[in-house]
C-alpha cells in the first residue's frame, strides 16, 4: 500500500532555488507539493509532477536525483549552465539542453534551460537570462484536456516557448537596424552606430548558435523510440521544428541587412573622406598661385623688373585675386567647393 502523503501548499520560493512544484492528474493541478514527496507522487499512477527550479544547489539536485534516479552525468551538466542544445537518453528518461535569449538592456542576454523529463515527472532547471516559465504553467493549466497527455505534452510547451521567446528578440534588432540604416542612408550615422551594427551582428550570430540546433532536439522527438514520448505528440515537435527554421530564415536575412548596412556606412565614409580630401585640394590649388607668387618676390634679388614700377604692387595683388577667383569658380562648377 502506498504511503499516505501530506498535502502541502507552500507559497512560490518556499524553498531556495525552488519557482513551483505540483503534482498533475487528469490534466488538473492536484496539489502544490514538497521537493521531498515529488518522488512519491511520481510513483503513482496517472500522476505527473512538474517541479520548475532557478539556479539551484547541488544539493538540491542531488534531493531530485534520489527521487527520481537521474543520471550523475545529467546532474553535472545541470548544476552549471555553458552546455550546447542537446538531447540526452538515459535509460527511460530524457534530458534536455535550451538556450534561451532575451533583450536586456537593448543587449540580447542568453540563458539556459535543462529539462529533466521521465515517467511521471518533469523537472525545468534554469539558469541565467531566462523568461519564467509560470505562463507556460499557467497556460496549460487552463488547458486540461491537452495537459492531460502527460509529461511529453510539458516538454513541447517549454520548447515552444522557448522558441517563441525568441520572436521579440529579433523584432527589438530589427527596429534597431531600421533606426541604424535610416541615419546611415541620412549620412548622419555616428562612430558608436557603426559599433553597434557589429555587436548586433554578433548577438546575431550566437542567437542562431542557441536556436538552430534545437531543430535537431526536435527532430529526435520526433522519431518514434524515446521512452515517454507518444507518437501523438510528434506534429507537435514538429511544429516547434517548423517555428525554429523561421527564426532561423529572419536571423539570415537580419545579418545579410547587417552586413549590408555595414558596408554602406563604409561606402559613406570613405566617400565623405572622399569629398572632404577634393575640397583640401582645391583650397591648397588656391592658395598655392599667391603663395608661389610671394614666394618669387621674397626672394630678395636686388635687380628685378617690376620692384621699380610705381604699380607693381596693385598689379600683382590684382593677378592673385583674378587667378584663385578662375579657380575657385572652375572648382565650384566640377562640385570640388
Avoid at 515529488?38 to 532557478?54: K, Q, T, Y
Avoid at 539556459?112 to 507556460?136: C, D, I, K, N, Q
Avoid at 492531460?148 to 521567446?165: K, M, Q, T
Avoid at 547587417?258 to 556606412?265: I, K, P, R, V, Y
Wanted: glycine letters at 8%; aromatic letters at 10%; hydrophobic letters at 45%.
Amino acid at each position: 500500500m502506498a504511503p499516505t502523503l501530506r498535502l502541502v501548499s507552500p507559497s512560490p520560493g518556499h524553498e531556495p532555488g525552488v519557482v513551483a512544484a505540483a503534482v498533475y492528474s487528469g490534466g488538473r493541478r492536484t496539489a502544490d507539493i514538497t521537493v521531498d514527496q515529488a518522488g512519491e507522487w511520481s510513483r503513482r499512477p496517472g500522476h505527473v509532477v512538474w517541479i520548475g527550479l532557478h539556479e539551484p544547489e547541488l544539493d538540491l539536485l542531488r534531493r531530485l536525483q534520489a527521487a527520481f534516479g537521474l543520471h550523475e552525468l545529467a546532474i553535472e551538466d545541470a548544476l552549471k549552465a555553458h552546455q550546447r542544445p542537446k538531447l540526452e537518453q538515459y535509460g527511460e528518461a530524457l534530458f534536455v539542453v535550451t538556450r534561451t535569449a532575451q533583450m536586456v538592456e537593448g543587449r540580447i542576454s542568453f540563458g539556459e534551460t535543462h529539462l529533466f523529463v521521465g515517467r511521471g515527472y518533469v523537472v525545468s532547471v534554469r539558469h541565467g537570462a531566462s523568461t519564467t516559465y509560470t505562463p507556460v504553467r499557467e497556460r496549460c493549466e487552463a488547458s486540461p484536456t491537452a495537459l492531460s497527455a502527460g509529461e511529453d505534452y510539458i516538454l513541447y510547451a517549454i520548447l515552444d516557448f522557448v522558441v517563441d521567446n525568441y520572436i521579440p528578440v529579433l523584432e527589438a534588432i530589427q527596429m534597431q537596424v531600421e533606426k541604424i540604416e535610416d541615419n546611415i542612408l541620412a549620412a548622419s550615422a555616428t562612430q558608436a552606430e557603426v559599433t553597434r551594427l557589429y555587436q548586433l551582428r554578433r548577438d546575431l550570430l550566437r542567437l542562431r548558435n542557441a536556436a538552430v540546433p534545437l531543430v535537431e532536439v526536435c527532430r529526435r522527438l520526433e522519431q518514434p523510440g524515446l521512452p515517454g514520448i507518444d507518437p501523438a505528440m510528434q506534429p507537435l515537435f514538429r511544429d516547434v521544428s517548423d517555428h525554429i527554421r523561421r527564426v532561423q530564415e529572419e536571423i539570415e536575412s537580419l545579418r545579410e541587412v547587417l552586413a549590408f548596412a555595414f558596408e554602406t556606412s563604409l561606402m559613406t565614409g570613405q566617400a565623405q573622406q572622399t569629398e572632404i580630401t577634393r575640397q583640401l585640394a582645391a583650397w591648397a590649388a588656391i592658395l598655392a598661385v599667391p603663395t608661389a607668387i610671394a614666394g618669387i618676390y621674397g626672394m630678395n634679388f636686388q635687380f628685378m623688373p617690376e620692384l621699380s614700377w610705381r604699380y607693381g604692387y596693385y598689379v600683382l595683388l590684382g593677378i592673385m585675386a583674378f587667378i584663385c577667383g578662375t579657380l575657385y569658380w572652375c572648382f565650384h562648377r566640377n562640385g570640388w567647393l
